[in-house]
T-cell receptor, first 113, second 113 residues
Framework: QQQVKQSPQSLIVQKGGISIINCAYE??????FPWYQQFPGKGPALLIA?????SEKKEGRFTISFNKSAKQFSLHIMDSQPGDSATYFC????????????FGPGTRLSVLP | DGGITQSPKYLFRKEGQNVTLSCEQN?????MYWYRQDPGQGLRLIYY???????QKGDIAEGYSVSREKKESFPLTVTSAQKNPTAFYLC????????????FGSGTRLTVV
């Protein structure tokens, strides 16, 4: 119930291509869905987030698509660049509940020059 | 600049030793968290605190202890009871309630020698 599933585990994309990472959840009480980007040896940094009252949010080259009925959300990175190479984590949380901030297992993205 | 400072960046522990990882934030955040990250895996919650002088166990609290005597500080002690402490430890903070995302520190890599 508390898990967030994430796929693929790793992803290799050519420069300029589109990177797509998918996540799925079970707990319908989740009401906040952020994505984090982590470079090696660093802490994760908030990239973009969405709430379930919208189906899509775009910030620059990064877009979250959210499907409430399917309980799925995905991150799309347009025009992927080598500098985007990092590990990406999706997460889900319940407002007002500090323990229920659940992370997916992560996707290691490599963008080839 | 506001942020979270974790120290030390690298820490080596001998068998049977207790070690303490420091986490300080100047973001005026109420909630603070400790996560453990193992290679190729997601983040697992060790302890969290939503208010000074109060904290709760996360999913993997055994072998760890924390204190929250000041709003700015949330140190983590890895005790000798933690049988497999080698990992990357991340401290995070938020305004509370889990609804605004986390700010992470840069992490401490702990190695047992």
């Amino acid at each position: 119930q508390q898990q967030v599933k994430q796929s693929p585990q790793s992803l290799i994309v050519q420069k300029g291509g589109i990177s797509i990472i998918n996540c799925a959840y079970e707990n319908t009480a989740f009401d906040y869905f952020p994505w984090y980007q982590q470079f090696p040896g660093k802490g994760p940094a908030l990239l973009i987030a969405i709430r379930p009252d919208v189906s899509e949010k775009k910030e620059g080259r990064f877009t979250i698509s959210f499907n409430k009925s399917a309980k799925q959300f995905s991150l799309h990175i347009m025009d992927s660049q080598p500098g985007d190479s990092a590990t990406y984590f999706c997460a889900a949380s319940i407002r007002g509940d500090g323990q229920n901030f659940v992370f997916g297992p992560g996707t290691r993205l490599s963008v080839l020059p | 600049d506001g942020g979270i400072t974790q120290s030390p960046k690298y820490l080596f522990r001998k068998e049977g030793q207790n070690v303490t990882l420091s986490c300080e934030q100047n973001l005026n955040h109420d909630a603070m968290y400790w996560y453990r990250q193992d290679p190729g895996q997601g983040l697992r919650l060790i302890y969290y605190s939503q208010i000074v002088n109060d904290f709760q166990k996360g999913d993997i609290a055994e072998g760890y202890s924390v204190s929250r005597e000041k709003k700015e500080s949330f140190p983590l002690t890895v005790t000798s009871a933690q049988k497999n402490p080698t990992a990357f430890y991340l401290c995070a903070s938020s305004t509370g309630g889990g609804s605004y995302g986390y700010t992470f520190g840069s992490g401490t890599r702990l190695t047992v020698v």
